[in-house]
Nanobody, 130 residues
């Protein structure tokens, strides 16, 4: 049983920072991609960031590049998303997701497709006020 549990969301003001955490358990594959998606009301789920657990390769969407940083602590089985200079448009439910079949993060056409992910957490809400 693969489980992904997110934490760290909250209500903040524009310009503030948050650090999301995702604790993963039950992943048997040695190589996989794990990262973050977000979904705001009325919008499609958007791939935000991803990292390969072994090779350390990363992906960032254009909207967060330079502000967000993804990292992984394999000893703690935990993935982090450091979010700096938060903006109201970052408001969304953030989901941790893992691709255990591809061996690493799958990026197509410059985007991170939700369909490539095999497991999902339940999400944590980030609400950025203006």
């Amino acid at each position: 049983q693969v489980q992904l549990v997110e934490s760290g969301g909250g209500l903040v003001q524009a310009g503030d920072s948050l650090r999301l955490s995702c604790v993963a358990s039950g992943i048997r594959e040695h190589y996989y991609g794990i990262g973050w998606f977000r979904q705001a009301p009325g919008k499609e789920r958007e791939g935000v960031s991803c990292i390969g657990n072994t090779d350390g390769s990363t992906y960032y969407s254009d909207s967060v590049k330079g502000r967000f940083t993804i990292s992984i602590d394999n000893a703690k089985n935990t993935v982090y998303l450091q979010m700096n200079d938060l903006k109201p448009e970052d408001t969304a439910v953030y989901y941790c997701a893992a691709d255990v079949l591809g061996g690493r993060c799958s990026v197509f056409g410059g985007t991170l497709p939700a369909g490539a992910m095999n497991y999902w957490g339940k999400g944590t809400l980030v609400n950025v006020s203006s």
